[in-house]
T-cell receptor, first 114, second 112 residues
Framework: NAGVTQTPKFQVLKTGQSMTLQCAQD?????MYWYRQDPGMGLRLIYYSASEGTTDKGEVPNGYNVSRLNKREFSLRLESAAPSQTSVYFCASSDLSGPRGTQYFGPGTRLLVL | DAKTTQPPSMDCAEGRAANLPCNHS???????VYWYRQIHSQGPQYIIHGLKNNETNEMASLIITEDRKSSTLILPHATLRDTAVYYCIVRGTEAAGNKLTFGGGTRVLVKP
């Protein structure tokens, strides 16, 4: 039982390049989330998926797209990376029917946009 | 979602209890108080949550005031491994996707 996994762990992009961050969970959770964390700051929600087949914007969705591929996987895409998107990206999942929807986080993807 | 206010930092002696305060004066009746911590750039880790009663688990205790406008997380015997940023969060309703809104947290440094 790996919990929440994220790939890649690190990535360096040039401005304008695109990439997809992958997230998978093996806990059969309904909801999944993408957050970003800038240095010295708390996490901010980018997008979330309350259940398979649905996605909704969070606090900072601009410049990102998401896909809930199936119940296990939730990907985050940067179509044209900008230096302002340099951050650490965390994926999380939760089961609303579990203990009041505790979220479980992955180890993060560190992204540097030059 | 209700906003929370926490002190930016605090120190604690190893082996002593650490008491972390949190104000959430605009909390609504069906919102839970959650505590997470983040150890040095790792993903946040769930600690404990509560609605109105005090709660205790193997990691910590959560004391919620009767009016629910504030709470205190207690780490009973702090160790060096408890050095982390602690986030007090009021959880959104299920209709809002069970979202968590992270503030700045309290940076706790446990000293030997």
């Amino acid at each position: 039982n790996a919990g929440v996994t994220q790939t890649p762990k690190f990535q360096v992009l040039k401005t304008g390049q695109s990439m997809t961050l992958q997230c998978a969970q093996d806990m059969n959770h309904n909801s999944m989330y993408w957050y970003r964390q800038d240095p010295g700051m708390g996490l901010r929600l980018i997008y979330y998926s309350a259940s398979e087949g649905t996605t909704d914007k969070g606090e900072v969705p601009n410049g990102y797209n998401v896909s809930r591929l199936n119940k296990r996987e939730f990907s985050l895409r940067l179509e044209s990376a900008a230096p302002s998107q340099t951050s650490v990206y965390f994926c999380a999942s939760s089961d609303l029917s579990g203990p009041r929807g505790t979220q479980y986080f992955g180890p993060g993807t560190r992204l540097l946009v030059l | 979602d209700a906003k929370t206010t926490q002190p930016p930092s605090m120190d604690c002696a190893e082996g002593r209890a650490a008491n972390l305060p949190c104000n959430h004066s605009t909390i609504s009746g069906n919102e839970y108080v959650y505590w997470y911590r983040q150890i040095h750039s790792q993903g946040p880790q769930y600690i404990i949550h509560g609605l109105k009663n005090n709660e205790t688990n193997e990691m910590a205790s959560l004391i919620i005031t009767e009016d629910r406008k504030s709470s205190t997380l207690i780490l009973p015997h702090a160790t060096l491994r408890d050095t982390a940023v602690y986030y007090c969060i009021v959880r959104g309703t299920e209709a809002a996707g069970n979202k968590l809104t992270f503030g700045g947290g309290t940076r706790v440094l446990v000293k030997p």
